[in-house]
């Protein structure tokens, strides 16, 4: 539309339409700071959810038991015992002296002038300690130092080769895969490479780690192949590195809990200074916060801080809360406060009790059913009463006949093909001539080497002259097979059928529950919803009795959750509702606008009209005074 301001009658129309549209968009604007208000609570909602979901995650942390059972172990010369410690480690100082250390057994053949020279075709036949023979038959043409190696180490018989030059010339240097006396090494060869195998040096005997508790006539020594303890203290792994005295502390460690709950400590102060900044009214400004009105929000959070001071069922008075573990409230500002001298204390005296003040706990009748977690589903009022009427197990290959008193590995008969778990696994075996158990030493031995995957480990079983196969994975989710073309096998005597594990079967309050390996679950819409048992016993269990309790970090991360929640929360549901005010507003807005623009261009029309009018006036006017000067001139010049 062009403009028309004034040019005929000298009026600044424009101005004036202006100021008309401003006058009559007062209430627009009415409406705009409304919706400004709604945009700044939304941003202080949806910063409030953030700060709870933080807040959320530390609670989640502070509700693992095992956050409480971190054990370590530390020695007063890790160069000769070092140790590490697991959950069930038990705190104690303890004397050692290592009286000697494990060390594979090293060998190195006569010097050759090269390593590449062939040797001559023969045989090189592999034992370690009382185990099996391997015979590795070497062609002429790998017959070199270095092809002999290759064919040591191709034929997994427990021995590495390698080549070395010592300046005098090239030696095969054989070591034993394993430390210790049971595992020295006996070589010999045959053929062209007798010659080659006789006369052997002595790099490195074969020796036995011990270590001695105590001292004079009462002293222990436990002696073994090799340089890692696992079953001197319970839970805790000890490596001999050398000969010498050291003492060993096992104790919690409590530097990683004490971490996590600063963590909670802070990430609460921060929820309480954010609604300080935004749900409250300030006196000397006379201004609220953005979420000053939402009563609901406020209560809300009120309850995460009650939930938080509230005492633990079951567990004894100076050790039910936590101000029994240095975590105060200042009641004038409502923030935490964390004395962290008193909550090492506690840690240090009884991890365990300050674990379950945070995290959920069981108390079971039958060590064989163990309390595993719950959810805000599971209700706790009262005791469960667990049954276990068929244990879980893992899958297992049996033997279908006994394996010889001596068999013979050779070419025809190494190769084993197995499927764990849906994963294919292929070893080839040494050739040599075995016991049934050494068999079952050899087999274990190499699928070991193969199979570096924990969930896929297979154990080797030999009872009654016959080998199995045992998976680690319990459940039906565990599977092993024997593959039916597998050569060894016409030796090992295996089952070649698909087997698998058998979950658990059993009720919780009279009801069937979900197995799953060692898992039973609860189901839904009863009082057992959301808890989970690891259930570690290996025959049936009548009437065992369960007793559960929520911890503090489970019942204020029930109430955060109910704020939270992607589909029920809170202040999902305030979002939402937020956001559908501020898009009524914002068409509201759209509307008004649009007709305020129409009626900007009606107002410019009916001014363009007046002006045209004006013009129009004037022209005429001209006209006529023009007319009207003629005539005038006229009538003088007559």
Known sequence: MPSVDGLASGIKFNDIIDALINADRASTAVVEKRKATFQTRLEAVRSFNTKLLSHQLDLAALNRPALFNVRQASSTNAAVLSGTASATAIPGTYQFEVTSV???????????PDSTTPLGAGTVSLQLGSGGISTIAISAGTSSLGGIAQAINDAAAGVKASVLNDGSGYRLLLTSSATGTASAITVSGSGALASTFTGLSTLQAASDAQVKIGSGAGALLITQSSNTFTDVLPGVSMTAGAVGTATMTVGTDTASTITSIKSFVTSYNDLVQFMKDNASYDVSTNKAGPLFSEGDVRNRFNSITQSLLTSVNGRPNGLSSLVSVGISIDR??????LDQGVLADKLATDADGVGRIFANGGVSSDSGVRFGLLTDKTQTTSPFTVDV???SFQPTVNGTADVDASTVIDGTNRDLSINVNGRDYAVTLASGTYTGAQLATHLQAVLDQKITTVSDKV?????????ALTGAVYGTAGTVQVAAASTANSVLRLAVNRTYGQDVVGNINGVAATGAGQSLAGIAGTAAEGLRLSITATAAVSGATLTVTKGLAQLAGERVKAMTDGTTGVLVQKQDSISK???TLTKSITAADERLALRRIRYQKQFQAMETSIQKS???SSYLAGQIKGFENAAKGA
């Open 332 to 337: 004038a500002t409502g923030r935490l406060a």
């Open 581 to 583: 005010s501020i898009d």
């Open 618 to 620: 004037n022209s005429l």
């Open 102 to 112: 494990a060390k594979a057994h090293q060998l190195a053949t006569v010097a050759q």
């Open 389 to 391: 009427i068929q244990p």
């Open 459 to 467: 154990k080797v079983g030999f009872t009654a002259n016959r080998l």
